[in-house]
């Protein structure tokens, strides 16, 4: 199956830098999405994105399909910003999503 | 944005009894529904995937009796955690896949359920 891998695994900043994390995948996908994972555990949808860029707020995410990553951009980080981040892709018929490892951010104020 | 509610978000039980999770998409109709499970500092893994009206599909290595799906309607799909013994303890997510037309299919999340088995 196809393969993701994200990076760095680990991630500690201060407050208001900015950071870029990662996600490669092994093979062509359809569908693309990052998540934020609280610390209370709970999983937000931040993009949908299967190709291109999107911007919402002080994040951004771009995904270069052609060459299989995807970037999330976090600028002027918060402390509320902490937690793990999530990459999950699909590929071929498959609507069974396959989840990165996780980047976990910590954000010192 | 679309809405995934998960019930219970924390349960406590003691060991030998059975433990059901609720799962719900409050605003659309979602025919297939994903049950994961997340140890510490780990990633999630998918345990099943609940399509409505048939039976669900396990991941190699997950104990069907051990772990009862039911998804009998288009928003509500339940997990059973029978006989519930320490190892079991863990936390569980829902999510819930909605069909936008096309390829386009966003995945949305319950907000967990922590279990502690005693």
């Known amino acids: 199956g196809i393969q993701v891998e994200q990076s760095p695994p680990d991630l500690i900043l201060q407050e208001g830098a900015n950071s870029t994390l990662r996600c490669n995948f092994s093979?062509?996908?359809?569908?693309l999405q990052w998540f934020h994972q609280n610390p209370w555990g709970q999983l937000i949808n931040l993009f949908y994105?299967?190709?291109g860029t999107k911007q919402n707020g002080r994040l951004s995410a771009t995904t270069v399909a052609t060459e299989r990553y995807s970037l999330l951009y976090i600028s002027s980080s918060q402390t509320t910003d902490s937690g793990v981040y999530f990459c999950?892709?699909?590929?071929?018929?498959?609507?069974?999503?396959?989840f990165g490892r996780g980047t976990s951010l910590i954000v010192h104020p | 944005g679309a809405v995934v509610s998960q019930h219970p978000s924390r349960v406590i039980c003691k060991s030998g009894t059975s433990v059901k999770i609720e799962c719900r998409s409050l605003?659309?109709?979602?025919?297939?529904m994903f049950w994961y499970r997340q140890f510490p500092k780990q990633s999630l893994m998918l345990m099943a995937t609940?399509?409505?009206?048939?039976?669900?599909?396990?991941e190699q290595g997950v104990e069907k009796d051990k772990f009862l799906i039911n998804h009998a309607s288009l928003t509500l799909s339940t997990l059973t955690v029978t006989s519930a013994h320490p190892e079991d303890s863990s936390f569980y997510i829902c999510?819930?896949?909605?069909?936008?037309?096309?390829?386009?299919?966003?995945?949305?999340f319950g907000s967990g359920t922590q279990l502690s088995v005693l």
């Open positions: 999510s819930a896949h909605r069909r936008q037309g096309g390829t386009n299919e966003k995945l949305f």
């Open positions: 093979d062509s996908v359809n569908n």
């Open positions: 994105i299967p190709s």
């Open positions: 999950a892709v699909r590929s071929g018929g498959s609507y069974i999503p396959t």
């Open positions: 605003d659309f109709q979602a025919t297939t």
């Open positions: 609940s399509n409505e009206g048939s039976k669900a599909t396990y």
